[in-house]
C-alpha cells in the first residue's frame, strides 16, 4: 500500500531547490574539508621530513629494504600471534561464559561455585597479566609435572586464557545484569524455565549489548599475545626484537607494528558497522 | 459454575509496607474480574501473586481447586496455564513479531514449529496484525506491540488470562484497539483478571468489579453497583477523582 503511494510522488518544486542547494553545500563543504586536509596534513609532513634529525629516524626505523627482508620472519611470527588468538579466544569464550552465568544464578547448589569463580575473577582481573605469563610459563615447568605440557606456546596461551576469561566474564556479566527484570518477568509469566528465559531472552540481548567491549577485548588480547615472547615463543615481537638487535635498526618493530593494525582496525570497523546494522534493524530510534 | 482462580487471606508484605492485607477473591469460569482502585493499591502486586512472580507471605491460592502457593509446587508448570500481559508491554525485542509467540508453544508446550507459526499467523491475521509477523517490536506502534503482547500470552491457550494496565501507556487514540481484543476474548469466553483505569471498558466487560484500597477489597460487585452506585465513601471518593480527570 506504501508502495502505491511513493510511485505517485514526485517531488515538489521547493523540495528540488532545497535538494540543489543541499547538493551545493555538500560540495562546499568538501572542498573545506580536502584544503583544509592538505593544508594540515601537508605542513606536518614537511615540518617531519625537514627536522634536523629526520635523516637518522629514516633510517633507523623506515628502511623500507631492510623491512622487506624481514618481513617474511616477522609475519611468520604474527601467525603464532593469530592462532593462539584463535584458539585462546575460543577458550575465553567458553570459560568467561561459563563464570558469568555461575556468577549470576540463584541456584543454591552451584553456591560454592559462585564464591570460586567470583574468587577466580577477582584473582585475575588484579594480577597484571605479565606476571601470570611469568607464573605459568617459567613456574609450571618448574613443578615437574607428569602429562603437564611444557610447550611455551600452550603456557603462554594458558596464561592469556587465565586473565582474559576473568576480564570477558566481567563484561558478559554486566550486559546479563544491564537486561530490564521486565523481560524476565515477561519470559517466567510465559512458562520458559530460568535456564531457557536465560537462554532464549536474557543472554541474546545481554551479549549484543556487550558486542562493543567484547571486541575491545578481543583486539587487546591480539595485542597481549605479543607478551608470550618474554618465554621466548617466536611470535611477530620477538621476531622482530631478533632482527632489530642483530642490526640495532628498529624497521622490524614497526614492521610488525603495522602487520598488528592490518589486523586490527578491519577488525574494529566492520564490527562497528555490524552493531550499526543491527540496531537498525531491530530498532526504529537506532539512526539517532 | 466452578471456580478457576481462588485467593483466600492472601497477604503480601515488601519490608515494613503491607501491599496485599488479608485478600480473598473468586473467579468463576468464562468471567472477567475488574480490579479498580489508584496506583499503588495493590492490583499488580496481586496479579503478580497469582502468576508466582512474587512469593505471598501468607494465605493461599488456588488454581481450578489446586493449591499454587505450596512451596513443592512446580512453579513453571503452573505458569503455563497462566497468561500475563504488563503494563510496559514487555516483548521480547530481539525477536520478530512471529517469534515473540511462537518462542513459549515451540520451547515450553514442545510444539512443532510450523505448527506454533500457524497457530501465531492465524491469531495474527484474527486480530489484523498479519502483515507484522516478521518485524521487529520496536518498529511497531504502542497499540501494535500490546495486541502482538496479548496474542503471545493467548498462543499458550491459558486457562486464566492476568491482564495488568494495559492500555496504560498508550496513546488514548491507541487504547480502543488493544481493548477491543479483550471484549473479543471476553465474548470467547476466556478468564480473565485485569486491572485498569479505563471505568467506561471496565463496565463493558466486568462480570465483578473490586476495589482495591491499601491491599484490600473495600467494595466488590457488579459493574452497575460499583461504578454507578458505590456504597463506600471511598469508592465514592476515588471515583470521583476519577471522573474529573475525564476517564469515567
Same mark, same amino acid.
Given at each position: 500500500?506504501?508502495?502505491?503511494?511513493?510511485?505517485?510522488?514526485?517531488?515538489?518544486?521547493?523540495?528540488?531547490?532545497?535538494?540543489?542547494?543541499?547538493?551545493?553545500?555538500?560540495?562546499?563543504?568538501?572542498?573545506?574539508?580536502?584544503?583544509?586536509?592538505?593544508?594540515?596534513?601537508?605542513?606536518?609532513?614537511?615540518?617531519?621530513?625537514?627536522?634536523? +634529525?629526520?635523516?637518522?629516524?629514516?633510517?633507523?626505523?623506515?628502511?623500507?629494504?631492510?623491512?622487506?627482508?624481514?618481513?617474511?620472519? *616477522?609475519?611468520?611470527?604474527?601467525?603464532?600471534?593469530?592462532?593462539?588468538?584463535?584458539?585462546?579466544?575460543?577458550?575465553?569464550?567458553?570459560?568467561?561464559?561459563?563464570?558469568?552465568?555461575?556468577?549470576?544464578?540463584?541456584?543454591?547448589?552451584?553456591?560454592?561455585?559462585?564464591?570460586?569463580?567470583?574468587?577466580?575473577?577477582?584473582?585475575?582481573? +588484579?594480577?597484571?597479566?605479565?606476571?601470570?605469563?611469568?607464573?605459568?610459563?617459567?613456574? =609450571?615447568?618448574?613443578?615437574?609435572?607428569?602429562?603437564?605440557?611444557?610447550?611455551?606456546?600452550?603456557?603462554?596461551?594458558?596464561?592469556?586464557?587465565?586473565?582474559?576469561?576473568?576480564?570477558?566474564?566481567?563484561?558478559?556479566?554486566?550486559?546479563?545484569?544491564?537486561?530490564?527484570?521486565?523481560?524476565?518477568?515477561?519470559?517466567?509469566?510465559?512458562?520458559?524455565?530460568?535456564?531457557?528465559?536465560?537462554?532464549?531472552? #536474557?543472554?541474546?540481548?545481554?551479549?549484543?549489548?556487550?558486542?562493543?567491549?567484547?571486541?575491545?577485548?578481543?583486539?587487546?588480547?591480539?595485542?597481549?599475545?605479543?607478551?608470550?615472547?618474554? @618465554?621466548? *615463543?617466536?611470535?611477530?615481537?620477538?621476531?622482530?626484537?631478533? $632482527?632489530?638487535?642483530?642490526?640495532?635498526?628498529?624497521?622490524?618493530?614497526?614492521?610488525?607494528?603495522?602487520?598488528?593494525?592490518?589486523?586490527?582496525?578491519?577488525?574494529?570497523?566492520?564490527?562497528?558497522?555490524?552493531?550499526?546494522?543491527?540496531?537498525?534493524? %531491530?530498532?526504529?530510534?537506532?539512526?539517532? | 459454575?466452578?471456580?478457576?482462580?481462588?485467593?483466600?487471606?492472601?497477604?503480601?508484605?515488601?519490608?515494613?509496607?503491607?501491599?496485599?492485607?488479608?485478600?480473598?477473591?473468586?473467579?468463576?469460569?468464562?468471567?472477567?474480574?475488574?480490579?479498580?482502585?489508584?496506583?499503588?493499591?495493590?492490583?499488580?502486586?496481586?496479579?503478580?501473586?497469582?502468576?508466582?512472580?512474587?512469593?505471598?507471605?501468607?494465605?493461599?491460592?488456588?488454581?481450578?481447586?489446586?493449591?499454587?502457593?505450596?512451596?513443592?509446587?512446580? *512453579?513453571?508448570?503452573?505458569?503455563?496455564?497462566?497468561?500475563?500481559?504488563?503494563?510496559?508491554?514487555?516483548?521480547?525485542?530481539?525477536?520478530?513479531?512471529?517469534? $515473540?509467540?511462537?518462542?513459549?508453544?515451540?520451547? #515450553?508446550?514442545?510444539?512443532?514449529?510450523?505448527?506454533?507459526?500457524?497457530?501465531?499467523?492465524?491469531?495474527?491475521?484474527?486480530?489484523?496484525?498479519?502483515?507484522?509477523?516478521?518485524?521487529?517490536?520496536?518498529?511497531?506502534?504502542?497499540?501494535?506491540?500490546?495486541? =502482538?503482547?496479548?496474542?503471545?500470552?493467548?498462543?499458550?491457550?491459558?486457562?486464566?488470562?492476568?491482564?495488568?494496565?494495559?492500555?496504560?501507556?498508550?496513546?488514548?487514540?491507541?487504547?480502543?484497539?488493544?481493548?477491543?481484543? *479483550?471484549?473479543?476474548?471476553? %465474548?470467547?469466553?476466556?478468564?480473565?483478571?485485569?486491572?485498569?483505569?479505563?471505568?467506561?471498558?471496565?463496565?463493558?466487560?466486568?462480570?465483578?468489579?473490586?476495589?482495591?484500597?491499601?491491599?484490600?477489597?473495600?467494595?466488590?460487585?457488579?459493574?452497575?453497583? #460499583? @461504578?454507578?452506585?458505590?456504597?463506600?465513601?471511598?469508592? %465514592?471518593?476515588?471515583?470521583?477523582?476519577?471522573?474529573?480527570?475525564?476517564?469515567?
Amino acid at each position: 500500500m506504501s508502495e502505491k503511494k511513493t510511485s505517485a510522488w514526485s517531488p515538489s518544486l521547493r523540495e528540488l531547490d532545497r535538494r540543489a542547494l543541499r547538493r551545493k553545500l555538500n560540495r562546499k563543504q568538501s572542498l573545506i574539508a580536502a584544503v583544509s586536509s592538505v593544508l594540515v596534513l601537508g605542513t606536518l609532513t614537511i615540518i617531519l621530513v625537514t627536522s634536523p +634529525g629526520w635523516e637518522v629516524v629514516k633510517a633507523t626505523f623506515f628502511d623500507i629494504e631492510y623491512g622487506k627482508e624481514v618481513f617474511p620472519t *616477522v609475519a611468520k611470527g604474527l601467525w603464532i600471534n593469530l592462532q593462539l588468538t584463535f584458539f585462546g579466544g575460543i577458550a575465553i569464550g567458553i570459560i568467561a561464559m561459563g563464570l558469568a552465568l555461575l556468577r549470576t544464578t540463584k541456584s543454591p547448589a552451584l553456591t560454592p561455585f559462585r564464591f570460586l569463580a567470583t574468587a577466580y575473577v577477582d584473582i585475575f582481573r +588484579g594480577a597484571p597479566l605479565i606476571l601470570i605469563i611469568l607464573l605459568v610459563g617459567f613456574g =609450571v615447568p618448574a613443578l615437574r609435572l607428569q602429562g603437564i605440557s611444557s610447550n611455551v606456546i600452550v603456557l603462554g596461551t594458558i596464561a592469556v586464557v587465565l586473565t582474559y576469561s576473568a576480564y570477558v566474564a566481567e563484561v558478559i556479566r554486566s550486559g546479563i545484569l544491564s537486561i530490564h527484570p521486565s523481560q524476565r518477568a515477561a519470559a517466567r509469566s510465559l512458562g520458559l524455565t530460568s535456564g531457557q528465559t536465560m537462554r532464549f531472552v #536474557v543472554l541474546p540481548q545481554a551479549l549484543r549489548r556487550v558486542v562493543p567491549p567484547l571486541l575491545n577485548d578481543f583486539v587487546s588480547l591480539l595485542k597481549d599475545t605479543g607478551l608470550v615472547s618474554i @618465554l621466548g *615463543v617466536t611470535d611477530a615481537v620477538r621476531a622482530a626484537q631478533i $632482527n632489530a638487535s642483530r642490526t640495532f635498526n628498529y624497521t622490524p618493530y614497526v614492521v610488525a607494528a603495522i602487520l598488528f593494525l592490518l589486523i586490527t582496525i578491519p577488525m574494529t570497523r566492520y564490527t562497528d558497522r555490524a552493531i550499526r546494522q543491527r540496531t537498525q534493524a %531491530q530498532n526504529s530510534e537506532g539512526a539517532i | 459454575m466452578s471456580n478457576v482462580l481462588e485467593l483466600q487471606n492472601v497477604r503480601k508484605a515488601f519490608g515494613s509496607e503491607v501491599v496485599l492485607n488479608n485478600l480473598s477473591l473468586q473467579v468463576p469460569e468464562h468471567t472477567a474480574t475488574v480490579l479498580i482502585g489508584a496506583s499503588g493499591s495493590g492490583k499488580s502486586t496481586l496479579l503478580r501473586c497469582i502468576n508466582l512472580l512474587e512469593t505471598i507471605d501468607d494465605g493461599q491460592i488456588f488454581l481450578d481447586g489446586l493449591e499454587i502457593t505450596d512451596p513443592v509446587i512446580k *512453579v513453571d508448570e503452573i505458569r503455563r496455564k497462566l497468561g500475563m500481559v504488563f503494563q510496559s508491554f514487555n516483548l521480547f525485542p530481539h525477536k520478530t513479531v512471529l517469534e $515473540n509467540i511462537t518462542l513459549a508453544p515451540v520451547k #515450553v508446550q514442545n510444539k512443532d514449529v510450523e505448527e506454533a507459526r500457524d497457530i501465531a499467523k492465524k491469531l495474527l491475521s484474527r486480530f489484523d496484525l498479519a502483515d507484522k509477523a516478521d518485524q521487529y517490536p520496536d518498529r511497531l506502534s504502542g497499540g501494535q506491540q500490546q495486541r =502482538v503482547a496479548i496474542i503471545r500470552s493467548l498462543a499458550v491457550n491459558p486457562r486464566l488470562l492476568l491482564l495488568d494496565e494495559i492500555t496504560s501507556a498508550l496513546d488514548p487514540v491507541l487504547v480502543n484497539e488493544v481493548l477491543s481484543i *479483550v471484549r473479543d476474548l471476553k %465474548q470467547d469466553g476466556m478468564t480473565m483478571v485485569l486491572a485498569t483505569h479505563e471505568m467506561g471498558f471496565a463496565t463493558q466487560v466486568a462480570d465483578e468489579v473490586c476495589f482495591l484500597e491499601s491491599g484490600n477489597i473495600l467494595e466488590r460487585g457488579s459493574a452497575e453497583q #460499583v @461504578l454507578k452506585n458505590p456504597t463506600n465513601p471511598k469508592t %465514592q471518593e476515588f471515583l470521583k477523582r476519577v471522573h474529573q480527570a475525564g476517564r469515567l
